[in-house]
């Protein structure tokens, strides 16, 4: 059973640009998390999905960025018109069921130049 | 939500038994206590969770008092590989949980 994949491990893009970031769950989970971490500090809660439906989007910012979760593939956090502050490392987490433990993808490190 | 306090870093030697302890004072009735690791460049990782007393698997232990304003976290002999930052985490489900700056750990030979 493979872990919760995430993809790119690195992406670079200008500002301006849009940047999509993949995760695809572990087998048999419904439930994905993005979290965002800036050096030295700890994750920030962005958006709770749960197949199809937004859970909470509390955490993520309500201009430009935009989470999916469809009913085949993997879960999108996308970023239009990114800027040099939405550099960071995205965590997509997934879990089976509200009360688990999350497991955690190796993240994509986001850099806008 | 709860929120936690937890020291932002310590020092240890290999061998040594570590204790992390964090403060929740504002836990819910519903609550579970949560400790993930993180090495640089990765994802956390589930290490272990407990709602009250004593929990043991074969990284660490939890112990919680009966108040559970507060929870401690037990690594037996670490060695250089834990080091790591390692975060307590306060929720009853898992759809926010929240993430503080944790405890950096470091490990000395």
């Known amino acids: 059973n493979a872990g919760v994949m995430q993809n790119p491990r690195h992406l670079v893009r200008r500002r301006g640009q849009e940047a999509r970031l993949r995760c695809s769950p572990m087998k048999g989970h419904s439930h994905v998390y993005w979290y965002r971490q800036l050096p030295e500090e700890g994750l920030k809660f962005m958006v709770y999905l749960q197949k199809e439906n937004i859970i909470d989007e509390s955490g993520m910012p309500k201009e430009r960025f935009s989470a999916e979760f469809p009913k085949e593939g993997p879960s999108i956090l996308r970023i239009q018109q990114v800027v040099r502050g939405d550099s960071a490392a995205y965590f997509c987490a997934s879990s089976p069921r509200q009360d688990e433990k999350l497991f955690f993808g190796s993240g994509t490190q986001l850099s806008v130049l | 939500l709860a929120k936690t306090t937890q020291p932002i870093s310590m020092d240890s030697y290999e061998g040594q038994e570590v204790n992390i302890t964090c403060s929740h004072n504002?836990?819910?009735?519903?609550?579970?206590i949560t400790w993930y690791q993180q090495f640089p460049s990765q994802g956390p990782r589930f290490i272990i969770q407990g709602y009250k007393t004593k929990v043991t698997n074969e990284v660490a232990s939890l112990f919680i008092p009966a108040d559970r304003k507060s929870s401690t976290l037990s690594l037996p002999r670490v060695s250089l590989s834990d080091t790591a930052v390692y975060y307590c985490l306060v929720g009853g489900n898992t759809d926010k949980l929240i993430f503080g700056t944790g405890t950096r750990l470091q490990v000395f030979p």
């Open positions: 504002n836990i819910a009735t519903n609550d579970y």
